[in-house]
Antibody
Framework: QVQLVESGGGVVQPGGSLRLSCAASGFTFSSYGMHWVRQAPGKGLEWVAFIRYDGSNKYYADSVKGRFTISRDNSKNTLYLQMNSLRAEDTAVYYC?????????????WGQGTLVTVSS | QSALTQPASVSGSPGQSITISCTGTSSDVGGYNYVSWYQQHPGKAPKLMIYDVSNRPSGVSNRFSGSKSGNTASLTISGLQAEDEADYYCSSYTSSSTLEGVFGGGTKLTVL
């Protein structure tokens, strides 16, 4: 069965950095696009970033462009999100999500999420 | 990118039908048939309910259906059940300058 397990969340000061990981299993990771989606406490979903199955294309929300970097290691079945210059408004649960096909922006499997808190 | 517009809340009694709207622009909902819907129960990860405007993934009840007209997509839930009470989000992508995903603000469904 498909499993996505995020890790790396925690408390970080404004301006700091954090790297999230998402370990994937139960499907051919190297064949699917992958996304990061976040949800601020008590708020709605916000799409953050996407990476193609082979890492050749990456897309970002305007709110994180230039500060966050999505990457993947297909040999380790792992997705990453490097977050720099963190702000209070980046506080959220971060979910990794599998694309239904290659680049549909349909999220058919989600991890349980990892909480990132940006606070001094 | 601007979020898609959904009503903050809807409600219905068991057995009734409800419809949740999702309004975007010609750059997202109106421009493509790449609309999806997600159900999220408190403290849980979202679940894909509808994709390609009206297709249901395997395992999703046929009480859930989707449609689109112009810049507005809709999710209809028929035969409401207590377990349908949840938050619902629509989603699309926009390619105005680059590919980006966009969600609606979410709709809280209360089953009375």
């Amino acid at each position: 069965q498909v499993q996505l397990v995020e890790s790396g969340g925690g408390v970080v000061q404004p301006g700091g950095s954090l790297r999230l990981s998402c370990a994937a299993s139960g499907f051919t990771f190297s064949s699917y696009g992958m996304h990061w989606v976040r949800q601020a406490p008590g708020k709605g979903l916000e799409w953050v970033a996407f990476i193609r199955y082979d890492g050749s294309n990456k897309y970002y929300a305007d709110s994180v462009k230039g500060r966050f970097t999505i990457s993947r290691d297909n040999s380790k079945n792992t997705l990453y999100l490097q977050m720099n210059s963190l702000r209070a408004e980046d506080t959220a649960v971060y979910y990794c999500a599998k694309d239904l096909f290659t680049t549909t922006f349909y999220f058919d499997y989600w991890g349980q999420g990892t909480l990132v808190t940006v606070s001094s | 990118q601007s979020a898609l517009t959904q009503p903050a809340s809807v409600s219905g009694s068991p057995g009734q039908s409800i419809t949740i709207s999702c309004t975007g622009t010609s750059s997202d909902v109106g421009g493509y048939n790449y609309v999806s819907w997600y159900q999220q129960h408190p403290g849980k990860a979202p679940k894909l309910m509808i994709y390609d405007v009206s297709n249901r993934p395997s395992g999703v009840s046929n009480r859930f259906s989707g449609s689109k007209s112009g810049n507005t997509a809709s999710l209809t839930i028929s035969g409401l059940q207590a377990e349908d009470e949840a938050d619902y989000y629509c989603s699309s992508y926009t390619s105005s300058s680059t590919l980006e995903g966009v969600f609606g603000g979410g709709t809280k469904l209360t089953v009375l």
